[in-house]
């Protein structure tokens, strides 16, 4: 059997549905990738690895990550921390915003809450995929911790595929996100940026001085996804610009990004060549913007698979 181990974070999703009342969810961007490769991959083993608390929602959160089939061996529960929080509002122009609390989350604890089985399993995998936000919100005392853990990972012959996903607010500094993803760019095979990430960060706009950037590092698949526009894969010689089916009503573009790369990296490892794998991680992100959430029901997202 196909494994993946994605290590993240998944928080409480706090939704405004009426006056006072609070739709509840559960969503984080490396946790969306998750339960979208499995829906998309049922036969594939996708493990989600997090830190957690030993608090009633932690169960809930469990629950909902086992419901979804994921495989929750890899979570390890902190004595002392529980589970991130945040809220989603929209304005009446359909404007979203998010608050959020995060800053105490037990995800964060994640790598001192390591262990040998931990680090046995993951060995194991076929693919690691972790994203910039999972670097983001570690304690930053354990990041060493954490480039270790990567380095055995990627000595035992594990796939690393990472995406930026940069989010300025979780960084101390530009310049702070910027030498930890070096050390990403440098440890993994596959990377799943968008091109916001890098006219953010890096001050490049154009695809060619994003292939040239990434150009030093040993990726062997690169893989830039271009909002609506397109996506551009370069693996080795091989070099790909598709582009993406328009959407007529986009409802909320909230885990495009994360649906691409679960079915993506799902597509990859159950052998669809590269064009097949962005064809189908499109229709995937395509499917999820039409619908509020990070996570649309299943039986939508079951109709794509089952064409
Ligand atoms: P990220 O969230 O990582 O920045 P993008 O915004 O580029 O990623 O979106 C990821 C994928 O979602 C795109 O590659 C595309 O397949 C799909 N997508 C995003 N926006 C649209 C859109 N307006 N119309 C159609 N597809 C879209």
């Known amino acids: 059997m196909q494994k993946v181990v994605l290590f993240g974070e998944c928080m409480l999703e706090l939704r405004q549905s009426e006056a006072n009342t609070m739709h509840r ?39 909902n990550c086992k419901a979804e089939g994921l495989n929750c061996d890899l979570v390890r529960y902190s004595t002392s921390h529980n589970p991130g929080i945040y809220l989603v509002q929209t304005d009446a122009q359909g404007e979203r915003s998010f608050l959020y609390w995060r800053e105490n989350s037990a995800a964060r604890q994640a790598m001192k809450l390591l262990d040998e089985e931990v680090r046995n399993q993951v060995c194991k995998a076929d ?37 930026p996903n940069y989010r300025a607010r979780l960084w101390e500094s530009a310049e702070d996100a910027r030498q930890q993803f070096a050390l990403a760019f440098t440890a993994s095979s596959m990377v799943l940026p968008g091109i916001e990430d890098f006219s953010v960060l890096y001050g490049l706009n154009e695809l060619k001085d994003i292939v040239a950037f990434c150009e030093p590092f040993n990726i062997k698949e690169l893989v830039i996804k271009n909002g609506g526009n397109s996506v551009f894969c370069r693996a080795g ?15 909320d573009t909230t ?26 991680a499109a229709s995937a992100a395509g499917l999820v913007i039409q619908f509020p959430g990070a996570i649309i029901p299943n039986e939508n997202f079951k109709a794509l698979i089952d064409q």
Do not use: C, H
């Open 237 to 251: 010689d091989f070099e790909l610009t598709q582009a993406v089916k328009p959407v007529a009503k986009v409802v």
């Open 25 to 63: 969810s559960f969503a984080g961007d490396v946790f969306n990738t998750a339960v979208y490769q499995k829906r998309a991959f049922a036969q594939q083993q996708v493990s989600f690895m997090t830190a957690l608390g030993q608090d009633v929602l932690s169960q809930q959160l469990v629950d």
């Open 255 to 280: 885990s495009a990004g994360d649906s691409f790369n679960g079915v993506y990296l799902g597509a990859r490892l159950a052998g669809y060549d590269i064009g097949q794998a962005i064809e189908l």
């Open 127 to 163: 693919v690691f995929f972790f994203s910039g936000i999972s670097l983001a919100i570690l304690a930053r005392e354990d990041r060493a911790l954490f480039w270790q853990f990567l380095n055995e990972v990627q000595k035992a012959g594990v796939t690393i595929a990472f995406d």
